[in-house]
């Protein structure tokens, strides 16, 4: 499999050569989606939190003697009956919502969907998109240039979740040259994770050579 390589000015310069077990692999719905859903819940924390009738305070009186009042038989105010009383089955904030994946479907489950992502035209490889400077001005202005190439014209769009950009290695001043376009995050290739790859419309590959590297490591 061969694809296009550009450079920040949307022009073509050069193929590469890529993995066809990391790019050309069949969709795979159900594995994608129980991963997804997995790494949701392994991330929500169990915050809500209900008091139920041994939390609350007060009740430890009878409220009235069993028989001959006339009013039905209670044993405490802290029944989820009463008002102010303990809830009944309400959620706890001992809940573990963690869900364990394993290794490889969830790294089948990232190539499964950069392999749909290649196929419907939504991912780009980027000779280089190193800054010099920290300037948000040069990052609007290379996706502006990249909005050039067919198929990616809505990547400079300022709404939604449009690009997601990988480098092969940490780079401070692209990281904070995109930081205030909110459309746009940043990332090393070695932290890609499907939850952010289904999140976003475009991914961008910086320097592929050194960058498909670590991503096909990553199968081993």
């Given at each position: 499999m061969e694809a296009k390589i550009y450079n920040k000015k949307g022009e073509s310069v050069k193929e590469i050569e890529i993995p066809e077990n990391v790019f050309g692999l069949k969709w795979n719905g159900d594995l994608v989606s129980q991963t997804i859903n997995s790494?949701?819940?392994?991330?929500?924390?169990?915050?809500?939190?209900?008091?139920?009738?041994?939390?609350?305070?007060?009740g430890g009186k009878k409220p009235w003697k069993q028989k001959g009042t006339g009013r039905s038989r209670h044993g405490s105010i802290r029944s989820p009956i009463w008002v102010g009383g303990g809830v009944a089955h309400g959620p706890t904030n001992e809940k573990n919502y963690f869900r364990k994946i394993n290794k490889?479907?969830?790294?089948?489950?990232?190539?499964?969907?950069?392999?749909?992502?290649?196929?419907?035209?939504?991912?780009?490889?980027?000779?280089?998109?190193?800054?010099?400077?920290?300037?948000?001005?040069?990052?609007?202005?290379?996706?502006?240039?990249l909005s050039n190439i067919k198929g990616f014209?809505?990547?400079?769009?300022?709404?939604?979740?449009?690009?997601?950009?990988y480098t092969s290695k940490k780079e401070e001043n692209t990281v904070k040259s995109f930081r205030n376009i909110k459309s746009v995050s940043v990332e090393e290739i070695r932290n890609m994770?499907?939850?952010?790859?289904?999140?976003?419309?475009?991914?961008?590959?910086?320097?592929?050579?050194?960058?498909?590297?670590?991503?096909?490591?990553r199968n081993k």
């Amino acid at each position: 499999m061969e694809a296009k390589i550009y450079n920040k000015k949307g022009e073509s310069v050069k193929e590469i050569e890529i993995p066809e077990n990391v790019f050309g692999l069949k969709w795979n719905g159900d594995l994608v989606s129980q991963t997804i859903n997995s790494i949701r819940s392994s991330v929500r924390k169990g915050t809500a939190h209900a008091k139920d009738r041994g939390d609350v305070s007060g009740g430890g009186k009878k409220p009235w003697k069993q028989k001959g009042t006339g009013r039905s038989r209670h044993g405490s105010i802290r029944s989820p009956i009463w008002v102010g009383g303990g809830v009944a089955h309400g959620p706890t904030n001992e809940k573990n919502y963690f869900r364990k994946i394993n290794k490889k479907a969830k790294i089948k489950a990232l190539f499964t969907l950069l392999s749909a992502k290649y196929k419907d035209g939504e991912i780009l490889f980027l000779d280089n998109i190193g800054l010099e400077k920290i300037k948000t001005k040069e990052a609007a202005s290379v996706l502006n240039a990249l909005s050039n190439i067919k198929g990616f014209e809505k990547i400079s769009y300022k709404t939604g979740k449009r690009a997601l950009i990988y480098t092969s290695k940490k780079e401070e001043n692209t990281v904070k040259s995109f930081r205030n376009i909110k459309s746009v995050s940043v990332e090393e290739i070695r932290n890609m994770d499907p939850f952010s790859v289904a999140n976003y419309k475009y991914v961008i590959v910086t320097d592929p050579e050194e960058s498909l590297k670590i991503l096909s490591s990553r199968n081993k």
